[in-house]
């Protein structure tokens, strides 16, 4: 029996929901307004791990509930030299951020968790991309941080934005350091029986 | 003294000009109309960069000659088991490019050549980046190729579209394989006196 779902985003970022418009999809957001800073693990893979389930679950377990919806929530955070680092506190905070992250390598983690509100079943994983920043010069990164955009980032850096220059290569999925990887969710949605391309408005 | 420069794009792929869009710059595009087939070098890496060239060149040594224009021309191909593939002829080129592709690994090579149009001094570079694809199935892949997506792009392939499912990951520059590199175009602006940040929109 062939049975049609609908794709729902938990997270309000549109560099996400971009993601999935672009390759294809025409997810409904749903952000689950939870406190994420309620988790606080020490391991970063089960931290953002925890708090992309906290994000997916909180929003099945709503208004969805029963419903043919699969839900699917992420949390993304920069691992540099064993710290976890999110979103910088304000500018200065930004500028500190590159003048260490520059010449340097990071992990971008994102968690990704996939719940079937129909069924009540959860899959999720997190996929880890190497980040091999460049070397901006102090002007450059001066220049970066007057835009705005590292303030609203996870890890004070885009890769589909205006920081793309000062970062030389990743090792992984692309997406992932945008915010979402497609080929794991591909793969999450397998395993709930949803092959991805149904999802394709 | 500071020169305001205006960025040229010889180039007629919306990847491309959305990857410059996105990441701040609002380039003019100038479309080259060589006859890409005039180059046929044995060598993948010379390929590539004497269209990009070629691009570049012609664009440049036109009306913008003398200008204040860095012009930039890129050509992007695959190369897979030592054959350098450009767009697919056919949907069935396509479906048999991708039974062959998954599960393997391919390099994607994008020249990149930038001229100043005021001075007609040329600097310029291939990126390579390792592609891994994934394994779709045979429906999967009939779906992609239905879709039409993989007829208009280099490799039959999409990092930021539809095929991003079907990508495992890549080692380097996520922008070289959607046709341009971003941290490679700052490199080569730096060349010729020009930084990257001054080309912001």
Chains 1, 2 share one sequence.
Request: hydrophobic share 45%; with cysteine.
């Amino acid at each position: 029996m062939f049975v049609s779902r609908r794709l729902v985003l938990a997270s309000a970022s549109p560099a996400r929901l971009r993601l999935l418009r672009d390759a294809g999809f025409n997810p409904t957001v749903v952000v689950s307004g939870v406190d994420e800073s309620s988790v606080d693990l020490a391991d970063p893979w089960e931290h953002v791990q925890a708090v992309a389930e906290l994000k997916a679950l909180t929003v099945a377990k709503g208004d969805l509930a029963g419903s043919d919806s699969v839900v699917v929530g992420c949390d993304s955070m920069l691992l540099l030299d064993g710290e976890l680092l999110g979103k910088p506190a304000d500018e200065a905070d930004a500028v500190a951020r590159w003048h260490r992250m520059r010449g340097r390598t990071g992990v971008l983690l994102t968690g990704h968790c996939v719940v079937d509100a129909a069924t009540g079943q959860v899959v999720q994983q997190v996929a880890d991309t190497v980040v091999r920043f460049g070397a901006p010069s102090d002007a450059e990164i001066d220049a970066y941080v007057a835009t705005g955009e590292p303030l609203r980032v996870a890890g004070a850096f885009t890769l589909d934005g205006r920081s793309a220059p000062f970062v030389d290569g990743i090792e992984g999925d692309a997406g992932n350091v945008i915010g979402l990887s497609l080929p794991l969710l591909r793969r999450l949605l397998a395993e709930l029986g949803v092959e991805v391309t149904s999802l394709w408005r």
